[in-house]
């Protein structure tokens, strides 16, 4: 909104000698360091009044698993306020409402994202603790079915989306190489261009995907990721700090992606426009970090799937439009790791007639059970995840 804003009264400004001091506002690299802090802020100032508010409306959580070990190693969590997501999704909404370019379709779709989940996650939520559709005491929430649908439909509507956004937007003769860059499939130490001694051009081993091809892997990524995030907050802190790191990757990400003299130099997609995702990430970061003051160990709440299911789906998503999947996958290995566990477990267990591979899935609740402190198995995985950003970004270059 600043930046629209400041771009509207230019003209007024320059011939005022205004303009000088609004001009650090049009610069996206000082926005997006500004959307972390402010996003920080956000959650800080709104943290408190929104805790107090939730206990007022007796939104506590009970944690039950199938398993009487852990349940009795999560005892001292009960009635802890959940639906702490709300403050971290509104922290994300009103820093990218400030700071980013609303005229930017990337924007807009990311704001469809953020809204769309969140809802889902807060009807999920709100289910789980009022009972509203189950018999008393249950706390099943929504369906997998339809927690999962909502999830694809959302994928289906962005990939296509984001595929007509590039036909209408560089289909014309003299933008083919960024239109194929938009649909590329990156992948690890494969590069994006190639210098044929004059200039810049597309990379003769660039994979273009057809339009059905990048709509469902859009759709089972943005799925995907929302529901390894939602698996992986389950201890104080976790999943909160593993996505801050991740989407501060991103942030970078975004903003490579977004410049062309930077994505021809490291050899990356080009993406025009993308780099106001870099205003998302950012808020992202700072929602998260500020979220983290309140549920660290010992947590005063929990985000719950409203800030969770969001969290994983933004970050597919601006992943998806600076077309590095991969390295998300890379970065997000914990998370991916979490989801890995699930499947193997529930798959194995009915394989095998109710053998287990792990003591409980998912995996952070089996390093909990075997004897490990809850605090070590959060640090541990935040220590792992700074890693794998560090490793992501680092070999980026290494095309």
């Not at 009970?62 to 001292?76: A, D, I, Q, R, V």
């Not at 990379?203 to 799925?223: K, N, Y």
């Not at 939602?230 to 490579?256: E, H, K």
């Not at 997000?332 to 989801?339: A, R, T």
Request: glycine content about 10%; charged content about 15%; overall charge positive.
């Amino acid at each position: 909104m600043l930046y629209n804003i400041i771009n509207m009264l230019r003209p007024w400004l320059v011939e005022n000698g205004l303009f000088g001091y609004c001009r650090v506002w049009t610069y996206i690299e000082f926005r997006a360091v500004v959307s972390v802090l402010m996003g920080f802020g956000f959650v800080l100032l709104m943290g408190k009044p929104t805790i107090m508010w939730l206990i007022k409306q007796k939104i506590g959580d009970n944690p039950e698993f199938h398993n009487k070990s852990l349940n009795e190693l999560t005892k001292k969590k009960a009635h802890t306020p959940t639906m702490g997501g709300i403050i971290i999704c509104g922290s994300i909404f009103f820093t990218t409402m400030l700071l980013a370019d609303l005229e930017s379709f990337y924007v807009r779709m990311a704001f469809i994202c953020l809204i769309w989940l969140a809802g889902v996650g807060c009807a999920d939520d709100w289910l789980k603790l009022t009972s509203a559709r189950r018999t008393p005491g249950s706390r099943d929430g929504l369906y997998s079915w339809e927690k999962l649908l909502f999830q694809l439909a959302l994928g289906v509507m962005l990939g296509i989306f984001i595929h007509h956004y590039g036909n209408t937007k560089w289909g014309d003769v003299g933008h083919n190489d960024i239109l194929s860059m938009s649909r590329s499939l990156t992948l690890p130490f494969m590069k994006s261009w190639q210098w044929d001694g004059s200039q810049w051009i597309p990379a003769d081993s660039l994979i273009i995907l057809g339009a059905w091809t990048f709509v469902i892997c859009t759709t089972l990524f943005i799925a995907g990721t929302s529901n390894a995030v939602n698996l992986t907050d389950g201890m104080d802190g976790l999943a909160s700090g593993i996505t801050g790191m991740i989407a501060f990757a991103f942030m970078i990400l975004a903003l490579i992606a977004g410049s062309e003299v930077w994505a021809k130099n490291l050899l990356v997609p080009y993406i025009p426009l993308s780099n106001e995702l870099a205003i998302v990430a950012g808020a992202m970061f700072g929602a998260c970090l500020g979220f983290l003051w309140f549920n660290a160990h010992p947590a005063e709440v929990f985000m719950g799937d409203t800030g969770s299911l969001p969290l994983g789906g933004l970050l597919a998503y601006i992943a998806v439009v600076i077309r590095q999947e991969f390295l998300l996958l890379v970065v997000g290995g914990v998370v991916y790791m979490e989801l890995l566990s699930v499947v193997l477990q529930v798959g194995y267990f009915k394989c095998t007639g109710g053998k287990r591979i792990f003591r409980c899935a998912p995996i952070h609740h089996h390093f909990h059970m075997g004897g490990t402190p809850e605090n070590r198995v959060v640090i541990r995985m935040w220590l792992a995840t700074a890693a794998l950003a560090a490793l992501a970004i680092a070999t980026i270059k290494l095309r």
